[in-house]
């Protein structure tokens, strides 16, 4: 999903976008409310 967004941010379709926010959150924003806790887990490693 990261490597799709860079490659069409670096390309020339992205010249068509402004003032647009793309959310790369490898799906995490479809849990709805509850994806909150999921992002405060200290389950979450860097890495």
Partial sequence: EVAAAVAFLAGPESGYITGATLLVDGGLS???????GALDSG???AG
Avoid: H, N, T, V
């Fill in 43 to 45: 389950d979450w490693r």
């Fill in 30 to 36: 479809l849990m709805g409310p509850q994806a909150a």
